[in-house]
């Protein structure tokens, strides 16, 4: 083998191993951008299924607390888009925080009440707005503020 062949020979081995170094490198590329991504369940944060096969996430659908919006998941009553939440239990925790949240609510709300003093005179009868204001707190529509308001108006 001559010296003219070894270095041909050399020159091939430095191509080749040049064209292994980059293949090598496209991938290791694609391997770490394939690890950055861990496809989870984005309602609850589980690895072993996605959001669509998930009950509780169609069941909060139908009960009318989340919906579609723009084509992502917000609260019904606000439509407010839901944060991700990743790694802190996902949107499934946001929502039972907000149920939680509008539960201690309703029942602050159920729990006030107000002294009426039959000041007033004339032919104004208390009972009727006291009555009115209690009917229209059952049915949802009288907020905690306004309800106080109502019974300082009383």
């Given at each position: 083998?001559?010296?003219?062949?070894?270095?041909?020979?050399?020159?091939?081995?430095?191509?080749k191993l040049?064209?292994?170094?980059?293949?090598?490198?496209?991938?290791?590329?694609?391997?770490?951008?394939?690890?950055?991504?861990?496809?989870?369940?984005?309602?609850?944060?589980?690895?072993?299924?996605?959001?669509?096969?998930?009950?509780?996430?169609?069941?909060?659908?139908?009960?009318?607390?989340?919906?579609?919006?723009?084509?992502?998941?917000?609260?019904?009553?606000?439509?407010?888009?839901?944060?991700?939440?990743?790694?802190?239990?996902?949107?499934?925790?946001?929502?039972?925080?907000?149920?939680?949240?509008?539960?201690t609510a309703?029942?602050?709300?159920?729990?006030?009440?107000?002294?009426?003093?039959?000041?007033?005179?004339?032919?104004?009868?208390?009972?009727?707005?006291?009555?009115?204001a209690i009917?229209?707190?059952?049915?949802?529509?009288?907020?905690?503020?306004?309800?106080?308001?109502?019974?300082?108006?009383?």
């Amino acid at each position: 083998m001559g010296m003219e062949e070894i270095i041909q020979r050399m020159q091939d081995l430095q191509i080749k191993l040049a064209r292994l170094e980059e293949n090598t490198s496209k991938n290791n590329s694609k391997n770490i951008s394939k690890q950055r991504y861990i496809r989870r369940c984005i309602w609850c944060d589980d690895a072993s299924y996605t959001r669509k096969d998930y009950n509780e996430f169609n069941n909060m659908i139908r009960q009318g607390i989340i919906c579609w919006k723009d084509g992502k998941i917000a609260l019904k009553d606000r439509e407010d888009l839901l944060q991700t939440n990743f790694g802190k239990g996902r949107m499934r925790a946001l929502v039972q925080n907000y149920l939680k949240e509008r539960k201690t609510a309703t029942r602050e709300s159920a729990s006030y009440g107000a002294r009426v003093d039959d000041d007033l005179g004339g032919s104004t009868k208390t009972s009727e707005f006291w009555a009115s204001a209690i009917s229209t707190m059952k049915e949802g529509k009288l907020s905690r503020e306004a309800l106080l308001r109502t019974a300082a108006t009383i």
